[in-house]
């Protein structure tokens, strides 16, 4: 990917604009994580999406959203603990 | 401190009015500051907003334009020769381009040092405080030093008073200044008066009459005097006329650096540890030139010592001793070690002498000899001893004398490849590299020391891949080689007598990577590294300025704010100008970088210290600066910015007030048009100052209430002007020019604003206006010139076209040329804003006369006779003359007979210039002339251009092709005479013209034929053209390229593209690679204008000639055809894709490239049109290309997957990465990961939809079950 000025974005800068985007070392946990908040926010951008699963619930359109949206806390439940291993790394930066 | 600082300072301040001028006395204006002498190193006013864009567009520093203040320094500079040149033109000298080439390693002197005004060399004085010094010890650091300044200010003003009583004795009077040792102050005054009558006095005699002199002065100060031994502790005197004495000579050299005087704690720069003594010091100008040196000069310099000359005693026999011994040594025979030095070691063998030589050793020979100098002739001429003869010359030294490359010796570089070229000046710095020196008896830091320099070393002289590496290197490793022992290197090398433009980008340039990489690190170091940048922010190149702000904003990122402040702090109160205002440009650079509120504490502490008066000057600069810099980012601190300052505008300093008057009006101009109630506070006591002041200070004042009156309303800006046109109107009498202009400012800002009546602007302002202001004078200067051009121009946007034009219609008659110039330039803007809606038929026919008049009378520049472009004053003339022309349109029916005449008469001009102005202006009326049916006119004119096509100068030829196309333009192709057919012919041979100028206009004029009129010319004449556009393709001006390219296009339409394609096609096969990229860019064009099926069959035919770079040149071609034809790319994909497919299985990576920017473009234009199923056949080729190690190739690689993300959706692309997010390899997960985040940048919301089911684990629910929601 190419800016104007030729210069490559850097990990981190990349990471700061798109949240979403990984890196070679991304866990299972983060990958998936970000994949259901996506998820969410999808349905909560598409108004007719978000109208089907009202529906399909029997729910008000508003109570969805919202659900939608506490979801996306921890949607895949806690972190895993912190490895030894990650520790290690992070004090090696 | 050294005594050449605290003298410097002494001067400047004592000479710029610091003190001795107390307020509410009768002296209120200080005319010191105002003008002449050494004021003009003073940094008076500072850049405006609109100046300081002003000088970025030109170059050139807005200081000097304001305050003149160093003329020379401008014409140095290679990035504004040409705005010297201009100047130069302007004063009518002619100037050698060259003059001051010769220095620095360029074409042109890119030195610095050798450009730098006096002002700014004074860097080199500054006085550095200890690396990590605490605040405490700084602040009371900088306190001795002030009042060790105000002391010997003191005794200055002291001694003028004195000198004033008797004014016959001051010639020879002089102080000498004491350095300060241990934080006490010492000083001591000699004084020759006494002794003035003879000025042979020894230096006891001197001593003893001074003694007792400064004792009478000074006997207030106690008896320190006595107790100073004589001639102890003396370092630097000045003596005016006084013939020196060798001791005291001796111990001044001014050069020499280890005698300049060093205290503990404060260092200088020129104290760097210098290998090979002070040599290249004393060929660099000395700190604080100018006068003072001058004295210096004039006196046998003993001390400057050659490194090699051996030092003997100068008087008779030992001279004649000495002579003898160096004859000895000059005929010495070459030891074995010099001959080592510089031989290779391999290849030579010591072949023993033959065994019949016997030297020669007979001593009469020797009397026969060329006789050797007297012994006696006084300090005759002495040959340096030749270095491999010297004793103490190491191997390098020999080297570098007898040219040998300095070959690196392998250890130390790391790699195999060997340091760059140091240049003699640089030996001081990188010399010990070439040491012969083995690792492992270093310690560890010496070789860290040595890893450091020889990446300095690359980086500074080295080729751009070194540098490249080195670059890498040095920021990758800056952590564990330290701050110290990376900055105690590079900053020295900052400060080098030699540095030059691009070594200095270099250099900051790691500082900046370093800095990035250190972080906090660099706290102790802040104040050394601002030592050195700042100075950047006061040079005249804009890059060097951006680049000091970029700098100085990341280490406060880095060093934090607490840092910088206490870093900073000691130096606002400097005695030293020079350090006041290169702070405050630093503060508001902090301020910027880490934001206003931060720092408003501070400033507001800053602004109010009761101490100095140089505190609160320097405080309310910074506001300035920040306004200044950041623009209309203040807004929302506006307010307490102009609380901080506003106490400024009644201090009792005069200077505090203007530069609070001036930081006003930079605040205002920042903030407009919003936030005039934020400087509710000002304007009562800014309208009293301006009643109160005169001169310099009303100056100020007057600018900052023409700031403010713009962001009123209507009726207190119609009021305020009313009460300040008073004293604009008194002050238009003024003979100051600064006054002139800020006054003509004032108006122009005032007329701008809505509240103005335009009948109160011609009752009350314009006829003082154009009594005082149009008049010849005011043209001679070109900032006058330009200040009263636009407030004329805003005035007449005010009261209208005619009432001004009126005016100074008459004046195009006039007989000084610059007036004239003038004139045409204020009628050109005001019609052009205005149009000549309101000129009646009078004003019209006079209007018409002068310019006719004022184009006819000009001066023909010798000087630029057929070289170059247009003068700035031609320039000006044609502008003016086209402006009115157009501005009157129809109504100039009349007048183009006459107007005809001129061009035709002119056209025949012997002045190269006078022709191409002529040539200019028909292009620039011929709009008109068709609009008021002249026809016949311009075909005359037409045929008339025509003859002149054999015209010589190049920049002519290509004004009247120019002059052509636009006749051709407005009359048409079957109008034209001369007839398309006789005029195309002629244009062929001119096509091969080299010139940019000619081939440009020359293309744009085919082009345009070829467009409209082909049908005219024969379809050979098209392909002789066709060839001799081909050369054009490389033209190295874009639009060139661009107009041949479409030209083929044009002509490709007209006659076929066969025979086009046939050329073009051949083209392929030539050498150069822009040549080829060109021709491929007009078969895509060709297919585009003809049909890609016109082109296509032969374009794939010519991919099976086995062939790297027509295949290439194909691949290409049709990348751009895909890319030019877009969704039509449809009907061709099938046919194309099994040449795709071959390209990118080739083994050729460029041929990949090629393939893959194919594919990219096309994949773009086909999207949504139902090719999906090729596209995936080509996305398998594309994409192992992903592993492809080369920047190009896997960029193009990426490109195409991107193309084909657009076209077959991103989940098609997502299934394919999947399959190697987590391999076990991290190159492959790399990879994948970075097109996964592609298509996630591109495509988020869609992927939502094709991301994988991922099972549920333990406590993680990985399922994502809303979409298995259904109804």
């Known amino acids: 990917m190419s800016n104007p000025g030729g210069a490559v974005i850097s990990a981190e800068q990349l990471k700061a604009r798109y949240i979403g985007t990984g890196h070679a070392d991304m866990s299972k946990y983060d990958w998936v994580t970000n994949q259901h908040r996506d998820t969410y926010a999808s349905h909560v951008a598409h108004y007719d999406q978000l109208s089907y699963y009202a529906v399909a619930q029997n729910e008000s359109i508003g109570r969805v959203r919202l659900q939608f949206l506490d979801k996306m806390i921890q949607p895949c439940g806690p972190p895993p603990p912190t490895k030894d291993v990650d520790k290690m790394l992070e004090n090696e930066d | 401190m050294s005594s050449t600082n605290s003298n410097k300072n002494e ?13 509410g006395t009768d002296v209120v204006y200080d005319d010191s500051y105002a003008a002449g002498g050494d004021e003009s190193e003073y940094v008076s006013s500072l850049p405006t907003e609109e100046e300081e864009r002003l000088m970025q567009a030109k170059g050139v520093s807005e200081r000097e334009e304001l305050d003149n203040f160093d003329e020379g320094r401008v014409s140095n500079h290679p990035s504004t020769l040409a705005a010297s040149r201009n100047s130069a033109e302007d004063k009518g000298d002619d100037l050698d381009p060259f003059a001051n080439a010769t220095g620095g390693s360029g074409l042109v002197n890119t030195r610095i040092s050798d450009r730098e005004s006096e002002y700014q060399r004074r860097r080199n004085n500054r006085v550095l405080r200890e690396d990590g010094l605490s605040f405490k010890d700084a602040m009371k650091q900088a306190n001795v030093e002030k009042e060790k300044d105000e002391l010997i200010r003191e005794i200055k003003k002291d001694l003028d008073e004195q000198a004033e009583q008797a004014p016959g004795e001051t010639q020879g009077e002089e102080i000498s200044k004491e350095t300060k040792e241990e ?10 008066d006494q002794g003035s009558g003879t000025p042979n006095t020894t230096t006891a005699e001197a001593d003893a009459a001074m003694v007792s002199d400064s004792e009478t002065v000074e006997s207030s100060k106690g008896s320190k005097w006595d107790e100073e031994a004589p001639g102890k502790s003396r370092r630097r005197k000045r003596w005016d006329e006084t013939p020196v004495s060798s001791s005291v000579s001796a111990a001044t050299p001014l050069n020499a650096p280890g005698a300049t005087p060093v205290s503990s704690s404060a260092r200088k720069w020129d104290e760097t540890p210098m290998i090979g003594g002070g040599a290249a010091v004393t060929a660099t100008p000395v700190a604080g030139a100018g006068q003072k040196s001058n004295r210096w000069d004039a006196t046998p310099v003993a001390s400057t010592v050659q490194p090699g000359v051996p030092q003997t005693p100068l008087g008779g026999n030992l001279k004649a001793l000495a002579l003898e011994r160096e004859m000895e040594s000059r005929n010495r025979p070459w030891s074995d070690a010099a001959l080592d030095a510089i031989l290779p070691s391999e290849g030579y063998v010591i072949i023993s002498p033959p065994q019949n030589y016997i030297p020669l050793r007979t001593p009469g020979r020797k009397l026969l000899a060329t006789p050797t100098p007297m012994a006696m002739t006084p300090q005759g001429f002495q040959m340096e001893i030749p270095v491999e003869q010297r004793q103490d010359a190491s191997v390098q030294e020999i080297r570098e004398a007898y040219g040998v490359p300095l070959a690196a010796t392998a250890s130390e570089t790391g790699d195999a ?17 070439m040491e012969d020196t083995e690792e492992e008896k270093l310690s560890k830091e010496e070789v860290k020391e040595r890893q450091i320099m020889a990446l300095l070393l690359k980086i500074k002289n080295g080729t751009p891949p070194q540098r490249k590496t080195a670059m890498r290197q040095i920021s990758d490793k800056a952590r564990s080689f330290g701050a110290g022992s990376l900055f105690n290197q590079i900053l020295p090398l900052l400060m080098s007598p030699t540095l030059e433009d691009q070594e200095r980008h270099l250099l900051v340039k790691v500082i900046d990577r370093v800095l990035y990489k250190l972080d906090d690190l660099v706290r102790p170091y802040v104040h050394r590294i601002l030592a050195v940048i700042e100075p950047l922010l006061i040079d005249e190149d804009y890059y060097a300025r951006v680049e000091g702000r970029e700098i100085i904003s990341n280490l406060a990122k880095a060093a934090g704010l607490a840092t910088m402040i206490a870093t900073m702090r000691p130096d606002i109160d400097s005695p030293e100008e020079y350090v006041r205002n290169t702070t405050s440009r630093a503060v508001a650079v902090v301020a910027s970088a880490l934001g206003i509120p931060s720092l408003l504490p501070f400033l507001k502490a800053v602004c109010q210290s009761r101490k100095s008066w140089q505190a609160r000057h320097t405080g309310i600069k910074i506001v300035q600066q920040i306004a200044l810099l950041m623009g209309v980012a203040i807004l929302p601190y506006l307010r307490e910015l102009v609380e901080i300052v506003s106490h400024g505008l009644v201090d009792d300093m005069q200077k505090v007030r203007i530069i609070t008057a001036l930081t006003c009006a930079a605040l205002a101009e920042a903030a407009h048009p919003y936030g005039i109630e934020s400087f509710d506070s000002v304007i009562r006591p800014l309208w009293k100052g301006a009643l109160d002041h005169h001169g310099k200070a009303l100056a100020a004042f007057l600018k900052a209430v023409g700031f403010i009156i713009p962001l009123m309303e209507e009726s207190y ?20 020019e600064e006054m002139k202009r800020i006054v003509l400012k004032v108006i122009q800002q005032c007329v701008a604003t809505a509240g103005v009546e335009p009948d109160y602007i011609r009752t009350e302002i314009l006829p003082e206006f154009f009594k005082n202001f149009w008049i010849r004078r005011m043209a001679l200067d070109r900032r006058n010139y330009n200040q009263v051009v636009e407030t004329t121009e805003e005035l007449a946007n005010k009261v209208g076209c005619s009432d001004i034009i009126s005016r100074i219609v008459d004046d195009l008659k006039d007989d000084s040329e610059p007036y004239r110039r003038m004139v045409m330039e204020t009628v050109k803007k005001v019609l052009e804003n205005l149009g000549a809606g309101d000129i009646d038929e009078r004003l019209e026919e006079r209007l018409i006369d002068g310019i006719l008049y004022a184009f006819q009378e000009q001066a023909v520049d010798a000087s630029v006779t057929g070289a170059g472009n247009l003068g700035r004053e031609s320039q000006i003339m044609l502008d003016g003359f086209g402006a009115v022309v157009v501005a009157l349109g129809v109504r100039c029916k009349p007048y183009l007979k006459q107007v005809a005449g001129t061009v035709k008469w002119r056209l025949n001009n012997k002045a190269a210039t006078v022709r191409m102005q002529a040539a200019d202006l028909v292009a620039r009326i011929a709009v008109v002339m068709k609009a008021c049916d002249e026809d016949q006119l311009m075909g005359h004119l037409g045929v008339v251009l025509y003859e002149y096509l054999g015209e010589e100068y190049p920049e002519v030829l290509g004004s009247i092709l120019s002059a052509l196309k636009a006749i051709v333009n407005v009359i048409g192709m079957t109008q034209m005479t001369p007839p398309i057919r006789d005029l195309l012919p002629r244009l062929t041979p001119i096509l091969r013209n080299r010139h940019e100028k000619v081939q440009e206009n020359c293309i744009d004029l085919v082009g345009r034929i070829a467009d409209r009129g082909a049908e005219f010319v024969s379809a050979k004449e098209w392909m002789r053209i066709c060839f001799e556009l081909l050369e054009m393709l490389k033209a190295n001006k874009k639009a060139i390229r661009r107009a041949a390219v479409s030209t083929f296009g044009f002509i490709a339409r007209a006659i076929g593209p066969q025979d086009v394609l046939h050329t073009l096609l051949n083209n392929l096969k030539v050498q150069d690679r822009q040549m080829r990229v060109c021709t491929t860019v007009a078969m895509a064009i060709v297919a585009e204008t003809c049909g890609p099926f016109t082109v296509l069959p032969a374009l794939m035919n010519e991919y099976r000639v086995p062939e790297i770079n027509i295949q290439n040149g194909v691949l290409k071609a049709m990348s751009f055809m895909f890319q030019y034809i877009g969704d039509m790319g449809k009907d061709y994909v099938y046919a194309v894709t099994p040449m795709l497919e071959d390209a990118l299985v ?21 999207s949504g049109q139902g090719c999906e199923d090729a596209l995936i056949h080509l996305l398998n080729h594309v994409w192992p290309n992903v592993f492809e190690e080369s920047p190009h190739v896997i960029q193009a690689c990426f490109d195409a997957i991107q193309g084909l993300m657009v076209a077959l959706g991103p989940n098609v692309i997502l299934r394919y990465v999947l399959q ?17 985040n592609t298509l996630y940048i591109y495509k988020a919301d869609a992927l939502v939809a094709g991301y994988p089911v991922v099972e549920d684990e333990e406590e993680h629910t990985y399922n994502r079950t809303s979409l298995e929601l259904f109804i």
């Open chain 2, 1146 to 1166: 080739d083994r050729d990576p460029v041929h990949r490239q090629t393939a893959c920017a194919c594919v990219r473009h096309l994949a773009l234009g086909v």
């Open chain 2, 417 to 433: 490849s060997a340091l760059p070229y140091i240049k003699p000046e640089d030996m001081q710095y990188f010399g010990r590299l």
């Open chain 2, 1220 to 1236: 190697g997010l987590y391999h076990p390899a991290r190159k492959v997960r790399e990879v994948y990961w970075r097109v996964f």
């Open chain 2, 183 to 192: 934080g006490t102050v010492k000083r001591r005054k000699r004084r020759w």
């Open chain 2, 717 to 736: 800006a119609s009021h305020y002007t009313r009460l300040v046109m008073p004293i604009l109107l008194r002050e238009f009498h003024s003979p100051d």
């Open chain 2, 11 to 23: 001067k400047s301040d004592d000479n710029g009015g610091g003190r001795g001028v107390k307020f």
